[in-house]
């Protein structure tokens, strides 16, 4: 009888260390920001797929938002409002996949959901994942970003021109970065490009203070976190949802925002 007891206690243990069941609820006064990048199918030994929420996960997951009576916005119009709804959930999509328009985009019309997708103008693959994968993904064009703006559910900021670490760059380059993509994803939208995702997460004060006289409005970082009305709009944190993780994760991760240890 020890030895199963005392094997029961290992189990929840392991359990409630895989699974951070035990931590409290965040407050649902605090808005969600969730970071996605591709929803597509996983492909076989790729090391990728991290990035990639299968379609009938993020169904899955918008469908709980749906039942559960969530409200929607873009990333723009969260930081405008005078005071964040309870229950309020914002989803990003950073660089702009293809799949976002073919896999995201229905279902987000289906359930009548916003979204903010981060674009890298005028590439037409992820050129910069080049060195690290064999396999690369086909981009928005501009039919899919105009029909998809069409609709009032999206819309689109900047993630540069070329998905550099602007850390790694000098002032000039960073200047024509943060300048030139946000023109260019204007001419495309006719609209004001007022949000902006950093790649790969990476910023400093330079930056955040380069990106906010060009005339971005907001930037959202990768830190994990919520947001709420007084947060600085230029370091918005966000929840990464993987497509390597399961429902619970994703239950964890928007109820108490870490899944695991």
Known sequence: MIYIISIILVLLIALSARYNWWRLPQSYKKARVLMYHSISEHIENEKHNKWRVKPKDFEKQMKWFYDNKWNSFTISELIKLDEIPKKSFIVTFDDGYEDNFINAFPILKKYNFKATIYLVPNQSINNWEEKNTSILSNLLNNEQILQMQNTGLIEFGSHTLSHVNLSTINDEQLFIELKKSKEEIEKITKKECEAFAYPYGKFNDNIIQ????????????????????????????????????????????????????
């Open 210 to 261: 380069s990106v906010e006289e060009i005339g971005y409005k907001n930037a959202t970082v990768v830190k994990r976190g919520l947001f709420e009305k007084n947060d600085n709009p230029f370091i918005i944190k966000r929840i990464g949802i993987l497509g390597t993780e399961s429902f619970v994760d994703f239950l964890l991760k928007v109820t108490r925002i870490r899944n695991k240890l």
